[in-house]
């Protein structure tokens, strides 16, 4: 990212008008997206742990969180394809990290497609820890590894 992106890029809040570009994002990442309206409500249930990553109005990316106690679980972590590889995800989990460390959460809990090699370098680069496999976790029968990181 070259210091014109970094200094216009955001992370902000999920707004509802947000919407499509964040469903975008979720269909182009993943074999099996969540819904809309699973995006929808999972805004509605964590308003303040659902973050996107904007650069003049255009959604760059996203991540989004639920806390309990202090617990957090991370749903999903998506970056459009153009700005992979460019310190969004890594911004976007950062910031989020700092959130649920304000709201008193200790733990942080995620499942990461084992195939998924760029997500789990930057999960590990972030200091979460792998913890154990889940197989057949998806619905293409893809093993999930479940990370978590001690706040």
């Known amino acids: 990212m070259n210091s014109g992106d970094a200094e216009t890029l955001h992370i902000v809040r999920f707004q509802p008008h ?3 570009q964040v469903c975008t994002i979720e269909n182009t990442s993943f074999p099996d997206p969540f819904s809309k309206r699973f995006l929808i409500e999972l805004s509605r249930l964590y308003p303040d742990t659902f973050l996107v990553a904007e650069r003049r109005g255009q959604v760059l990316g ?17 970056v459009s394809e153009e700005w992979r590889r460019r310190h969004v995800g890594l911004k976007l989990m950062r910031a989020l990290t700092e959130n649920l460390r304000s709201k008193a959460v ?16 930057l999960y590990e680069r972030l200091g979460f820890k792998r913890v154990y496999i889940i197989r ?6 893809e093993d999930a590894v479940v990370y978590n990181l001690r706040l």
């Open 18 to 20: 947000q919407i499509e």
């Open 62 to 78: 996203y991540a989004v969180a639920g806390a309990h106690h202090d617990q957090a679980h991370i749903f999903s972590l998506a």
């Open 106 to 121: 200790r733990e942080i809990v995620l499942e990461v497609a084992e195939a998924n090699v760029a997500a789990r370098t």
């Open 136 to 141: 057949g976790y998806y619905k293409n029968g």
